[in-house]
């Protein structure tokens, strides 16, 4: 979902280059998650679910025809939530290859956008602000083009591992999501983990098959570990998760989590306050 905006920035590394990234499954079996029912994959998936269910809530307090800006939305996976809505899915198009960018709305740095200020009701953002060398800017800029009244939905990892490089730059604290959201004139609703330690922990064990068995170019070393392989992702991508997640609820601060969901507005404009929905 993210979006590489370094080279907008003027940032002296952006040389476009991809580098290493974390340990991710590869695209047929992320294509096959994709198909798995969002009822299913609540019981073994810590990271898209919580993630899912954060844009579900977000969605249901968005009005009929108010304008949805999707920020770094890549594949825009979430638009068929906002059917109801003016949907604006706007990407730079170099977050992945792979990914198919043909449903945008608008290809385009976050930065240069061509919007006027206080035109936009809504502002989704997934996972993009670790890949900008100033965050402050990026809220800001999110702020600026919000209507007085408006939402910022954003979701901002804290415990995720390298990704996209050379353009992964930060990682946050519900302290510092707060600190940039207020700086920027926000009004925080609420900042919050998607899970706990027990959703890490089950996240990271996920990575596990990946790691035992790295991708090669030579076919029969592919068939050859094939029955391991998909052994190990039952029991390591599915069994495990499963038993874990349950004991998420003895975690009650959650100050170990994956991804934190923030949900801030703008201040309305006097005698707008009580038409806002809640």
């Not at 730059?169 to 999501?177: D, E, I, N, Q």
Request: proline share 8%; glycine share 8%; aromatic share 12%.
């Amino acid at each position: 979902m993210a979006s590489q905006l370094a080279m907008t920035m003027g940032d002296p590394t952006a040389t476009g280059g991809r580098g290493t990234l974390e340990p991710v499954a590869p695209r047929w079996q992320r294509d096959l998650l994709q198909r798995i029912p969002w009822s299913l994959r609540r019981w073994f998936d810590p990271h898209h679910y919580p993630r899912y269910r954060f844009v579900c809530e977000a969605a249901a307090r968005v009005r009929s025809r108010e304008i949805v800006l999707d920020a770094g939305a890549g594949e825009c996976p979430y638009r068929a939530l906002f059917a109801h809505a003016h949907y604006i899915g706007v990407d730079n198009c170099v977050g992945d290859d792979a990914w198919d960018y043909s449903r945008l709305g608008l290809v385009s740095d976050l930065f240069h956008l061509g919007l006027r200020p206080s035109t936009v009701d809504h502002v989704l953002c997934n996972d993009v602000l670790e890949h900008v060398p100033d965050p402050a800017r990026l809220i800001t800029a999110f702020y600026d083009v919000l209507k007085p009244g408006g939402s910022l939905f954003l979701s901002a990892p804290q415990g995720w591992g390298q990704h996209q490089n050379p353009h992964d730059y930060f990682r946050f604290t519900s302290h510092a999501l707060r600190m940039l959201f207020e700086r920027a004139g926000f009004e925080v609703q609420y900042i919050r983990p998607l899970g706990g330690f027990f959703y890490y922990l089950a996240n990271r064990i996920q990575m596990l098959p990946i790691m035992l068995f790295p991708a090669t170019q030579r076919r029969w070393v592919e068939w050859t570990r094939l029955p391991l392989k998909g052994l190990a992702v039952g029991v390591f991508g599915v069994v495990i998760p499963m038993m874990l997640m349950p004991f998420d609820r003895l975690d009650e601060d959650k100050n170990t989590t994956l991804t934190y969901a923030c949900w801030c507005r703008k201040p309305a404009l006097r005698g707008d306050a009580e038409r806002q929905p809640v």
